[in-house]
């Protein structure tokens, strides 16, 4: 694989990076092999809806990662990083013909070690309980199950709360 490169966005500032950020997030969240997993609701994500997000949520400490690879985006992270609530990694997708090439372990990574650099000592995610393949990375990441939610998504699936120290 070419050269992958972890960088932090900031759409809510840099027009170029909102443009590319969004085309990316709606190309990968949308996906249907990725939608069931990243959608509470099952319904698409929309362009309106998330460029508000992507503008408004820097004041609740969401940040936003992308790994490009020969300068194409393959992958994006979203994270809160709360002095109170904690570390939580909100969303995490790969672009469908770049899974299994470590692109998933390598943001998670990062995430990691932006969120020990900040002097934070845990991190969360949140996963659909038939999520296997993103359950199995974050097992191989040192990971663990802390709590669950039942009936989370309209099929009935549970949601379930990793975490590991950073
Ligand atoms: C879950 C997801 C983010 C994982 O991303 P990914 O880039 O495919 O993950 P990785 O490649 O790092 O690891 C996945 C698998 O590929 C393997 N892998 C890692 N590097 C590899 C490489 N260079 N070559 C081949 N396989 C590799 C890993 O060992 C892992 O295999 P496993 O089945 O044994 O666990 C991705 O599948 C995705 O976007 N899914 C849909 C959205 C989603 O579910 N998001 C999470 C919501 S909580």
């Known amino acids: 694989m070419q050269d992958m490169v972890i960088h932090e966005c900031f759409p809510e500032v840099d027009e170029e990076d909102l443009e590319q950020l969004l085309k990316?997030?709606?190309?990968?969240?949308?996906?249907?092999?990725?939608?069931?997993?990243?959608?509470?609701?099952?319904?698409?994500?929309?362009?309106?809806?998330?460029?508000?997000?992507?503008?408004?949520?820097?004041?609740?400490?969401?940040?936003?990662?992308?790994?490009?690879?020969?300068?194409?985006?393959?992958g994006i992270a979203v994270v809160r990083m709360d002095r109170i609530r904690g570390v939580e990694l909100l969303g995490i997708g790969v672009e469908p013909e770049r899974k299994g090439q470590g692109v998933g372990t390598a943001l998670i990574?990062?995430?990691?070690?932006?969120?020990?650099?900040?002097?934070?000592?845990?991190?969360?995610?949140?996963?659909?309980?038939?999520?296997?393949?993103?359950?199995?990375?974050?097992?191989?990441?040192?990971?663990i199950p802390v709590d669950m939610e039942h009936h989370r998504r309209p099929d009935g699936a549970d949601l379930l709360r990793m975490q590991r120290m950073v």
């Open 109 to 143: 990574e990062h995430v990691v070690s932006v969120a020990r650099d900040q002097g934070f000592r845990a991190l969360e995610a949140l996963v659909f309980a038939d999520n296997v393949t993103m359950l199995r990375l974050l097992l191989s990441l040192s990971f």
């Open 24 to 74: 990316a997030y709606l190309r990968i969240w949308n996906s249907p092999e990725n939608l069931r997993f990243l959608s509470f609701t099952g319904l698409p994500f929309e362009a309106s809806g998330v460029s508000a997000w992507f503008s408004s949520r820097i004041n609740e400490g969401v940040h936003y990662y992308a790994a490009s690879i020969g300068g194409a985006l393959g």
